[in-house]
């Protein structure tokens, strides 16, 4: 069956990414949005939009049985749910199949055995998927754990099985530590949760995360559209993430494809997902988690292999076999995609507010900005604080990397705070450009990516500027100018 | 004429400030400074400094008197530290909210001891939780609001004394 009309149950820029496709490939769109979000050019630009009404996340973007009633009632036979939001929701899942709608996504089987961290290890490792190694046994005397710590490998990681929050937690170099370390994170255990039972795993000094993209149809085809490096975080969010990841052969490169595939494979999957993996230097790398969904990094790997995910998970959805074989899938150059969130790095990552005046346009080629706002339009607090992706394809490393710090200083956001400088000065740091990543990268060199004191003649320029600009509003007797807001004009535009 | 702006947060004084016409004139920690104004289109403009061209971008929403600048590839804060306004946080004792959001919890009550850096109460905004910490050592005086309560940004929360 041929999907003629897709409804979009998410917002900002994803909605939009969705939008874009679908109108490429003939399809209507109906999009849908919270009363604060009506000015959001996802609310605009589809063929029909509605009203969620406003509230609580439970009332709007999440509102299940409101999301299923409108695409019955326009005429909907598909829903994609974008990323976030209701996208990992079985329970959403099962609901729109049963209303005899298509769910752009996996099955409610997959969506819940990928979703359950034990289930899910368990499943994988029937199949050979390469697990952290670690020993969660119940034979607890300081003996066996020395033993089972010595076959690890260290340094091991000993933690609190109870635990959370690094209570507990011991990391041990060197077996002369482990009888101390042991005594000690049981001890810990014991006062923190009522439970001195403790676990051992190998502890990966400098891990990269890694994560291939997967695409599987309903015709037995399992493919990969190769892995993305995502090791640049901040508080457990990827803020850079590129393709090809750099340093890595093309031996591992392969092998940790064929694993993920192998996996998709091994639970026979649906639609789009991705499995991520941590990298130890050594090479040896472990499953971490799959995400059954499109990702938000998800751009860079369309721009060098020159696919369309969206596009492929449609056709998928609708029962049509993916229209490429692995071997016609090829990395070309290389994608490095930005979160520009609006947050100010400098002040511990804080959020910020504002309406935005002007947010620019990359002028380069083979540059895409993936952005769901619109000059005029108001960053509120109700939301995730990301406001665009930079994504930026180049023929090698270095120009992908030159080419976004030239289009940094293009898209301005003007009005609110973001993190675009500190975005430059990440890939500006001489560790970056020698492709030396790692999660602990953004913590590691702090002092290296705090901001660099204006000079005098950049303090002179900005006054200068800001000078001319004070002429041009003298009238405005507060020195404020406020701005007219065009869509305020439109009521009635949409329901 | 002498005029000071605040960057960033720190005031900053030029000497011999004129503004005609299209151009800018004055002298900064000893080094005389002469801009154009070559073109504007809508917030963006282009600005000559004799030394070449540069881009450069103003805000036109500000708050407590404050506006987003970018020149040459830079960007900070400023105001124009005659006509800046009196800032919330500024509030002697007083704890602002950074930003709009709801309380989220109250950590500390009226007449608590607190040490500078303990957090009084958390604020939740864009999704996030935000201590709302002490500026100094000293007693909580008053704490202004309740759980479940909606505050905008530069309100008094608290108050340390």
């Known amino acids: 069956m041929k999907i003629k009309k897709i409804l979009v149950a998410n917002r900002g820029e994803i909605a939009l990414r ?6 490429e490939m003939g399809i209507k769109v109906v999009t849908v949005f919270a009363e604060d979000d009506k000015h959001l050019p996802h609310a605009l630009f589809a063929d029909e939009s509605y009203s969620l009404g406003s509230g609580a996340l439970s009332e709007t973007y999440l509102n299940k049985a409101k999301l299923i009633d409108i695409t019955k009632r326009c005429g909907a036979d598909a829903i994609h749910p974008g990323y976030g939001f209701l996208s990992e929701n079985a329970e959403f899942a099962s609901m729109v199949e049963k209303a005899g709608i298509i769910f752009i996504g996996p099955t409610a089987d997959s969506i819940i055995l990928m979703g359950d961290k034990i289930g899910s290890k368990n499943a994988l490792e029937k199949i050979n998927v390469p697990m952290i190694p670690g020993y969660h046994g119940d034979d607890q005397s300081d003996a066996n754990l020395a033993k089972k710590a010595k076959e690890i490998g260290f340094p091991v990681l000993i933690k609190a099985s ?7 937690m011991r990391i041990v170099h060197q077996e002369s530590e482990l009888v101390e370390s042991i005594s000690g994170a049981k001890s810990e255990a014991l006062k923190s949760f009522s439970n001195d039972k403790v676990l051992i795993e190998k502890y990966v000094v400098n891990p990269r995360h890694i994560e291939v993209q997967l695409m599987s149809d309903t015709h037995g085809n399992h493919l990969h ?15 850079v993430e590129e393709t090809p990841a750099p340093n890595m052969t093309q031996e591992l490169r392969l092998k940790i494809c064929e694993t993920a595939v192998q996996i998709s494979k091994g639970i026979n999957y649906r639609g789009a997902g991705t499995i991520e993996f941590i990298l130890a230097p050594d090479g040896h790398y472990y499953f971490l988690e799959m995400n059954t969904r499109l990702q938000v990094e998800h751009p860079v790997s369309e721009m060098v292999t020159g696919s369309d995910l969206v596009k492929c998970q449609i056709l998928v959805a609708q029962g049509d076999k993916l229209p490429y074989q692995q071997s016609e899938i090829k990395q070309k150059g290389h994608a490095i995609e930005c979160r520009i969130y609006a947050e100010d790095p400098d002040n511990n990552f804080m959020p910020t507010i504002g309406m935005i005046d002007t947010i620019g346009v990359p002028t380069l080629r083979d540059v895409r900005l993936d952005c769901g ?16 992706k930079l994504v930026v394809w180049g023929e090698t490393r270095e120009l992908s990397i030159s080419k976004t710090i030239h289009s940094l200083d293009e898209v301005l956001f003007l009005g609110v705070k973001t993190n675009r400088d500190y975005l430059k000065r990440i890939l500006g740091h001489s560790e970056f450009v020698a492709g030396k990543t790692h999660t602990h990268f953004i913590p590691d060199h702090k002092s290296d990516l705090e901001p660099k004191n204006l000079t005098n003649d950049n303090m002179a320029a900005l006054i200068a500027a800001m000078s001319f600009s004070q002429k041009k509003k003298a009238f405005s007797s507060s020195g404020i100018e406020i701005l007219t807001n065009p869509w305020t004009s439109l009521t009635g535009f949409r329901n | 004429m002498d005029k000071s702006f605040t960057i960033n947060g720190k005031e900053v004084k030029v000497q011999d400030f004129k503004h ?9 920690e000893g080094k005389n400074y002469f801009y154009s104004l070559i073109s504007r289109d809508g917030h963006e403009m282009v600005l000559d400094d004799k030394g070449g061209r540069f881009k450069a971008a103003v805000s036109t929403t500000s708050r407590d008197g404050e506006t987003m600048v970018i020149a040459g590839g830079k960007e900070a804060i400023l105001s124009d530290a005659g006509k800046k306004m009196k800032k919330a946080g500024a509030h002697a004792g007083g704890l602002a909210s950074p930003m709009p959001g709801k309380i989220f919890k109250v950590l500390k009550e009226a007449g608590a001891e607190v040490k500078k850096g ?19 050592d000293g007693k909580v005086k008053k704490i202004f609001f309740q759980v479940g309560q909606l505050v905008q940004g530069g309100v008094i929360l608290a108050e340390v004394e």
């Open chain 1, 162 to 168: 109870a635990g959370g929050g690094g209570k507990g």
């Open chain 2, 20 to 28: 005609q016409h299209d151009t800018v004139t004055f002298t900064f």
């Open chain 1, 373 to 388: 706002f619109l000059d005029g339009t108001e960053v509120g607090v109700n939301y995730d604080p990301m406001l665009a």
């Open chain 1, 225 to 239: 559209f190769f892995e993305r490096e995502c090791s640049i975080q901040r508080r457990y969010q990827k803020v």
């Open chain 1, 18 to 23: 969705v939008l874009k496709t679908a109108k």
């Open chain 2, 118 to 136: 303990e957090a009084i109460l958390i604020l939740e905004a864009m999704k996030m939780e935000h201590s709302i910490r002490s500026d100094k």
